[in-house]
């Protein structure tokens, strides 16, 4: 069964990192590798001659120190690195029925998956199977399918460019476009408003700028425990004489002190406060704060007039909408002074930067969001200029460069060159995205699910919902490192295939390889995995997919080639995908950094060549009286759905996740007290509930009207057909919720 989940609170710490980062992140990556195992993988970690973070995608800094790595990337590195093994004895004693039950800590704690196991129909057991057998089986089932839009082919961020590549052109050359990814679940919304606003969907800052900027805006992000390496270059930044404003639900210990534990004064002294001003926002009031901040700029004539004119177009239409202020006030939390004392800090400001995470783009209003801080750095000229810019700060390692490699549901706009490169025919209707996949599993019109890594049962919204879906498919196949909940919700032939991890030496025909990843400022750069394989039976994802492409379509295409020698691969994405010419001889040193039209040279490339003010009407979530409203986070023990632990030291939760966060005043106006167990029901109208059982009231200081609690425990809550408006992204953020005494 699960661990017991009996959390023990205390008082939510005030600053990040230090003497105890140093003590946890040493503590994980020494123990489950062991000490020459885990010290070798430390000193490797985000070097230029070692390999990529398994965890986030905060870039590296062009002079790196000896220890380039924060906690949770110590974590994430033991988790690979770890020489515990799920191996056949222990499938052999642990039914799915009972693995089933265990929570996704328990279930990540086995250990890596040491060989290639299958779910023969009717059994309840995993047992092995030869590679060749798992090849052979899933050639069946995918040639036997009655039409290609019958597959799903979903990717995780931490999959490389090499091999994130050969996935979509084998997915296309098979005949669908179904390759949903979990950049649907996470910065889709981004993707989608800055497509249309400034030509790409992507950032316009560098590190460089970070450290550059005057005045930079943390909205809906959490970097002390998300992406901490983030911190040092936000210090960084303050010592320069950078103001940092965070709006944020939750008071952030990252956001409030930040101990750098390379410093002196981070072990031992006082540690550098960041956030100048900090403005608790309520949920889904973000779009009208920077409509606020934007009519405020412009009623005092704080706009840079000749970029505008030069550089932009709709600005009439947008200068012209009307702020309601009693409605701006209901909706984000804040006092008009709060609001003007932000836009106070935009008009002073000559580099402003504005970052953003999963707290602005899983709401249903969040392209609209998004767009509405693109205004507002428009309106200051605040593109393509050193110090400023926007900056979605993206959580896997590499769910930047999937998409930019084709890993989307929509063919990519080179898609022609992959085709001619090739000699294929790619079909141009979009396919499924991640929430219509799992709608189309539901419905059997597809019947073969195949994730290249990720989680994806346990990353998914309306989890009963999604979990029925992967039942009912004739095979799912996961291809993974350590167990996790998709592997023990199979369909009625179900493979696990365990492939070598990040850290891990990854030798082919041609000798050592190496893999590249994109970060999220869009630099690319090698990884080169540097300790010995945990089990003689993995294989590659880059060498996974070539005898995929092999078994299935025969030697139509270079799979032999791929697989021998990533070089091969490189070579095809330098033909195909714009950035990447002469990919290889521009990886040496540090890697290189993609074209970026709107930083490079205010060039937009939009329907009318310039950046787009856009008018969204501003609204708010509606809570019925007796309501809160519910965000899904992390714990500071997980990244995305590994679980490492039960602790969340900085909001002061240890020995337990089952915990909902709640302002004290509503605590007590809902008739209820700290410490009481009570069930969590979603409420989507049309008597459209769903429920999460048993979870603990804190009383903590965020915003009024709204709660908080973790993912994956919170998605059961989140309605399949509950997504943003134009990126399909599930609302995590906009959770209509009451309390059910559990008495």
Same mark, same amino acid.
């Given at each position: 069964m699960a661990d017991k989940d009996e959390p023990t609170v205390s008082s939510p710490k005030r600053s990040a990192a230090g003497v105890p980062g140093i003590v946890t992140g040493l503590k994980y990556a020494l123990g489950k590798p062991g000490i020459v195992r885990g010290s070798r993988a430390l000193l490797r970690i985000n070097q230029a001659d070692g390999f990529d973070c398994p965890g986030c995608a905060w870039p590296e800094p062009g002079h790196r120190s000896s220890a380039e790595f924060c906690e949770n990337g110590a974590k994430a590195v033991a988790e690979e690195a770890t020489r515990r093994q799920a191996d056949t004895t222990f499938f052999a004693t642990h039914s799915i029925s009972e693995l089933a039950q265990w929570d996704e800590h328990r279930l990540g704690r086995t250990g890596r998956i040491e060989r290639p196991m299958v779910r023969r129909p009717d059994s309840d057991h995993y047992e092995p199977i030869s590679w060749s057998d798992a090849f052979t089986l899933i050639a069946e089932h995918l040639t036997g399918l009655d039409d290609p839009n019958q597959a799903v082919f979903y990717t995780s961020g931490r999959t490389?460019?090499?091999? #994130?590549?050969?996935?979509?052109?084998?997915?296309r050359a098979f005949g669908t476009n179904n390759l949903p990814d979990c950049s649907n679940y996470c910065h889709e919304s981004s993707g989608v408003a800055l497509t249309e606003t400034i030509g790409i969907g992507? %950032?316009? $800052? *560098? !590190?460089?700028?970070?450290?550059? #900027? &005057?005045? !930079? $805006?943390? $909205?809906?992000?959490n970097p002390g425990t998300n992406h901490p390496r983030m911190l040092t270059a936000l210090e960084k930044a303050k010592k320069a004489g950078a103001s940092i404003v965070a709006v944020n639900p939750m008071p952030e210990a990252g956001l409030l002190n930040f101990k750098n534990p390379q410093t002196p004064r981070g072990v031992v002294g006082g540690g550098t406060p960041? *956030? +100048?001003?900090?403005?608790?926002?309520?949920?889904? %009031? &973000?779009?009208a704060l920077f409509a606020a901040i934007g009519a405020l700029l412009r009623e005092r004539g704080a706009v840079d007039t000749e970029f505008i004119t030069e550089h932009t177009s709709g600005y009439k239409a947008y200068a012209e909408t009307e702020i309601d202020w009693d409605a701006t006030l209901s909706a984000t939390g804040l006092t008009r002074d709060e609001i003007e004392e932000a836009a106070d800090r935009f008009a002073a400001s000559d580099a402003t930067i504005v970052c953003w995470a999963m707290g602005l783009t899983q709401h249903t209003g969040a392209v609209a969001t998004i767009q509405e801080i693109v205004n507002v750095q428009l309106l200051r000229g605040m593109i393509g200029r050193p110090g400023a810019g926007l900056c979605p700060v993206r959580g896997h390692s590499n769910v930047q460069g999937d998409r930019t490699m084709g890993i989307w549901e929509v063919p990519p706009p080179w898609i022609d060159r992959l085709d001619a490169e090739f000699g294929i025919e790619t079909p141009p209707e979009p396919g499924y995205h991640a929430v219509a996949a799992i709608e189309a599993m539901r419905r059997r019109d597809a019947r073969v699910f195949i994730g290249l890594g990720g989680n994806f049962a346990a990353a998914s919204p309306d989890t009963q919902v999604t979990e029925t879906a992967l039942r009912s498919q004739d095979l799912t196949v996961h291809i993974s490192t350590t167990l996790n909940r998709s592997h023990v919700v199979p369909g009625r032939t179900g493979l696990i295939l365990p492939v070598l991890g990040r850290t891990e030496i990854d030798h082919q025909a041609a000798g050592p390889q190496f893999v590249t990843v994109e970060d999220s400022m869009s630099c690319v750069h090698a990884s080169r995995g540097r300790l010995a394989p945990v089990s003689s039976h993995l294989i590659s994802e880059v060498a996974f997919v070539s005898r995929l492409g092999r078994a299935v379509l025969g030697d139509t295409?270079?799979?032999? +080639?791929?697989? #021998? +020698?990533?070089?091969?691969v490189r070579e095809r994405i330098a033909n195909v995908v714009p950035g990447f010419e002469d990919y290889e001889r521009r990886l040496k040193g540090n890697g290189f950094t993609l074209p970026n039209p709107p930083r490079d040279g205010r060039t937009f490339e939009t329907a009318d060549g310039k950046a787009r003010f856009s008018v969204n009407s501003v609204s708010a979530p509606t809570v019925p009286t007796g309501r809160l409203l519910l965000q899904s986070l992390r714990s500071h023990d997980q990244y995305n759905t590994t679980v490492y632990g039960l602790d969340d030291r900085y909001r002061g939760i240890r020995g337990g996740r089952r915990v909902v966060f709640c302002h004290p005043d509503d605590v007590v106006e809902l008739g209820f007290a700290d410490g009481d167990i009570v069930d969590l029901v979603s409420e989507w109208g049309d008597d459209v509930e769903r429920r999460a059982e048993e979870f603990r009231i804190v009383s903590y200081p965020i915003a009024r009207g709204c709660a908080a609690t973790y993912f994956p425990e919170a998605n059961p809550l989140v309605a399949l057909h509950a997504t943003a408006k134009r990126s399909n992204t599930p609302v995590s953020k906009s959770i209509v919720i009451r309390l059910e005494s559990r008495a």
């Open positions: 490389s460019n090499e091999a #994130a590549f050969c996935y979509q052109l084998f997915a992507k %950032g316009s $800052v *560098t !590190l460089d700028d970070i450290h550059k #900027a &005057d005045l !930079l $805006v943390i $909205v809906g992000q960041l *956030t +100048d001003q900090f403005l608790r926002i309520k949920l889904g %009031g &973000d779009h295409l270079p799979w032999r +080639d791929f697989e #021998a +020698d990533y070089r091969a």
